[in-house]
């Protein structure tokens, strides 16, 4: 029997009830297979900052660093407190310079798009979320601009803001192999690198420089070549077409959206964040305040994202049982959260706990 180490991070919010939900699923899942999970239980979040005195302790990344494996529930990012969002610290302390999220449609989900079955693989790292900005009319912005002025023909405007937008060869070759080894691990035919290579001919040119000469190690897996634009458009009217898309951050982060909203929105979109020292797993959706405590909101996203952790360690059997199930509850429509019922006011939605009872019971039945 084989048992895997993974850090729990209830999160705070929604995230512990979620989280609680995702756990026992999991267990079960892994059950199919004859497995199983030691969770090493970790705070992180608003709840834990006045006793802690930081949402991230250290003791919840040295976990981290130890198993290389967490789940997390979403953690409310604190405003107006001094503390950075504890998604971006995990991001930088751990090097997750992948943002992979699937999106797919399941029978019985409230969308307007059938077939749908698309990963995104965003960059995390580098674009325009560097964080290297000038605010208008600084010495430090007047400065650049008094730098680069000279440098070409078309001058910036005075009392010009700046964002830089740094994409490295480095940073573009890890992500893209790694959206490579991706369809490769996962059966799928094709990758799409997404740019606006045409306009952004040294950062987003560089980037589909790089995906050609990856592409070419890759002889099993289909290389495209496409445009943000046009793939927005792509999307919407020919989903079918589309498997795995590779992009740098910006783009990525807006597509991601999108094609969550393709699929039923927040409840159901997955996500993990992959690094060089970890992979950690959560939803896309942030910690829903308002519906802390009521045993209301969906657990799908969790849960798909420890789909994700299975097939990640290599419980293929244990996550398709997990995909199936849910899908099977998910179809049958009757035990289902709120926001998976065709009125949101439906007396007969169920409770996040009652929607992982569910699933578990489909579970229990797939046994060996
Ligand atoms: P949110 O995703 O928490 O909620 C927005 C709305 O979406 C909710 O009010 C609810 O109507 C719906 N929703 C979200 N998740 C749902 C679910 N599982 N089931 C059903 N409905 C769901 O977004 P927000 O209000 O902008 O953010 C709340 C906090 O979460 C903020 O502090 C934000 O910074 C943080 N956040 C955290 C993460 C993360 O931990 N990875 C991600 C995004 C946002």
Known sequence: MTTHEVTLIPGDGTGPELTEATRRVLEAAAATNGSSFNWDRQD???DIMETAGTPLPEATLESVRRTGLAIKGPITTPIGTG????????????????????????????TRFDKVDVVIVRENTEDLYAGIEYEHDTPDANKVIEFLNPLQDK??????????????????????????????????TRVHCVTKSNIMKFTDGLFLSVFREVAKDFADIEPWENLVDATCMGLIQRPEEWDVLVLP???????????????????????????????????????????????????????????????HIEETQAADNLERAVSEVIEEGKSVTYDLKPHRDDPTAVGTSQYADAIIEKLEGMKS
């Open 44 to 46: 992180a979040g608003v």
């Open 249 to 311: 951050n910006l783009y990525g982060d807006i597509l991601s959206d999108l094609t969550a909203g393709m699929v039923g929105g927040l409840g159901v979109a997955p996500g993990a964040n992959i690094g060089t020292k970890a992979a950690v797993f959560e939803a896309t959706h942030g910690s829903a305040p308002k519906y802390k405590g009521q045993n209301k909101v969906n657990p799908t996203a969790m849960i798909l994202s420890g789909m994700m952790m299975l097939r």
């Open 155 to 188: 001058k910036i405007r005075e009392h010009s803001g700046l964002s830089i937008k740094p994409i490295s060869e480095f940073g573009s070759e890890r992500i893209i192999r790694h959206a490579f080894d991706y369809a490769r691990a996962n059966g799928r």
């Open 83 to 110: 503390f950075r969002s504890v998604n971006v610290a995990l991001r930088y302390e751990l090097d997750l310079y992948a943002c992979i999220r699937p999106c797919k449609t399941y029978a019985g989900m409230r």
